[in-house]
C-alpha cells in the first residue's frame, strides 16, 4: 500500500479520534463541522482526508460531519539574519542576507481548530420550532 495513502489515514483516524473525545466531554449528540488547519509542507491531501474521515467516521457521533480546511502557507526565519519569509517549494533562500535554509516556523500543522456540535438542547429547539 502506498505510504501517502497510510499516512493519511492514519492522521485522519487521530484527528477523529479527537474530534470524537471532545464531542462526547461537550454532551454532543452530533457532531456538524469540523475545522482543519493544514500546513503546506505536510504533504497532506485534503481530498483524502475527507474520503479517509467519511469511511471512519460511518456511525460515529461525527458520520456526516462538514470538513472545513485552512491552509497554512510556509513560513521560515533565517538562522543567520533572523528574517522571517516565504519560499516556494525547495528554495528557502534569505532574501534579506541570501543565506539557505533556515528554521521552519509555520506550514508542518494539521490540527483540529474547532468543532461544531448538536447537543441535546439543541436537538429539542430544533425539534420544537418544527412543532
Given at each position: 500500500?502506498d505510504?501517502?495513502i497510510?499516512?493519511?489515514y492514519?492522521?485522519?483516524?487521530n484527528?477523529?479520534d479527537?474530534?470524537l473525545?471532545?464531542?462526547?466531554?461537550?454532551?454532543a449528540?452530533?457532531?456538524?463541522r469540523?475545522n482543519?488547519?493544514i500546513?503546506?509542507?505536510?504533504?497532506?491531501?485534503d481530498?483524502s482526508v475527507?474520503?479517509y474521515f467519511d469511511l471512519?467516521?460511518?456511525?460515529?457521533?461525527a458520520?456526516?460531519a462538514e470538513?472545513?480546511f485552512r491552509?497554512?502557507e510556509?513560513l521560515f526565519?533565517?538562522?543567520d539574519?533572523?528574517?522571517?519569509?516565504?519560499?516556494?517549494?525547495y528554495e528557502?533562500v534569505?532574501?534579506?542576507?541570501?543565506a539557505i535554509?533556515?528554521e521552519?516556523?509555520a506550514?508542518q500543522?494539521?490540527?483540529v481548530?474547532?468543532?461544531?456540535?448538536?447537543?441535546?438542547?439543541?436537538r429539542?429547539?430544533?425539534?420544537d420550532?418544527?412543532?
Amino acid at each position: 500500500m502506498d505510504r501517502q495513502i497510510l499516512h493519511e489515514y492514519a492522521v485522519t483516524h487521530n484527528m477523529l479520534d479527537i474530534v470524537l473525545k471532545h464531542a462526547r466531554a461537550a454532551g454532543a449528540t452530533r457532531v456538524t463541522r469540523v475545522n482543519l488547519v493544514i500546513g503546506g509542507l505536510t504533504g497532506i491531501v485534503d481530498e483524502s482526508v475527507q474520503m479517509y474521515f467519511d469511511l471512519l467516521s460511518e456511525n460515529t457521533l461525527a458520520a456526516g460531519a462538514e470538513l472545513c480546511f485552512r491552509y497554512v502557507e510556509p513560513l521560515f526565519r533565517c538562522r543567520d539574519c533572523g528574517t522571517e519569509f516565504t519560499a516556494n517549494d525547495y528554495e528557502w533562500v534569505c532574501p534579506q542576507c541570501g543565506a539557505i535554509g533556515g528554521e521552519v516556523v509555520a506550514g508542518q500543522e494539521f490540527l483540529v481548530e474547532s468543532i461544531e456540535v448538536c447537543q441535546k438542547a439543541d436537538r429539542t429547539e430544533q425539534e420544537d420550532a418544527r412543532t
